[in-house]
């Protein structure tokens, strides 16, 4: 099993549909949490990044984390053509030497007309 | 991908031939990151640096090698390439050693 699981899609919506987009985690240590948007042949982006449980907003973007259950989501408002890329959810513990991110692999979401 | 670059962007090589992906970042952050990224693997971390000389092992280290002599600069070498190292190679970068971190454009890299 992995570390971190992702619903990999397509998840196709209509334009100005509001988009869930989840992932699980089994590493209770992980109090880091991030989300990144790909497009297509380019590098990840970061989008939101958040420290241990709760909510926090970004224009159209949403990201939320529940420790309790180990589930952490993000939310897309008012979804634009422009969102279609893939998103991927990563986490890091605290500690060590460096960030180590352990990554989803990514759900792919594309906005329809 | 401001401030880091990774050089070649595309390469196709032979199997058992030495290959060698430079990132080389102007932000001056002290930590960097080689990735890989594969279809249902998602990414998974080969080598990083926590500042110049100093690195370790990622998930994923075997057949690889890094090398960091300037703050700027993260070399990752592929001592004799196999077809099982097909994949696409991103570089990252972050501040702290916490937390975020941003990636550069990608090397899209096959051994054939």
């Known amino acids: 099993q992995k570390e971190v699981e992702q619903d990999p899609g397509p998840l196709s919506v209509p334009e100005g549909a509001i988009v869930s987009l989840n992932c699980t985690y089994s590493?209770?240590?992980?109090?880091?949490f991030m989300w990144y948007r790909q497009y297509s042949r380019k590098g990840p982006e970061l989008l939101m990044y958040t420290y241990s449980s709760g909510n926090k907003e970004d224009g159209r973007f949403t990201a939320q984390v529940d420790k309790s259950s180990k589930y952490i989501s993000l939310f897309i408002r008012d979804s634009q053509p422009s969102d279609s890329a893939t998103y991927l959810c990563a986490m890091s513990v605290k500690g060590g030497t460096a960030s180590k991110l352990t990554f989803g692999t990514g759900t792919r979401l594309q906005v329809t007309l | 991908d401001a401030g880091i670059t990774q050089s070649p962007r595309h390469k196709v090589t032979e199997t058992g031939t030495p290959v060698t992906l430079r990132c080389h970042q102007t932000?001056?952050?002290?930590?960097m990151y080689w990735y890989r990224q594969d279809p249902g693997h998602g990414l998974r971390l080969i080598h990083y640096s926590y500042g110049v000389k100093d690195t370790d092992k990622g998930e994923v280290s075997d057949g690889y090698s890094v090398s960091r002599s300037k703050t700027e600069d993260f070399l990752l070498t592929l001592e004799s390439a196999t077809s099982s190292q097909t994949s696409v190679y991103f570089c990252?970068?972050?501040?702290?050693?916490?937390?975020?971190?941003?990636f550069g454009p990608g090397t899209r890299l096959t051994v054939t």
């Open positions: 590493n209770s240590a992980f109090q880091y």
């Open positions: 990252a970068i972050s501040v702290e050693g916490i937390g975020e971190q941003y």
């Open positions: 932000e001056n952050h002290r930590y």
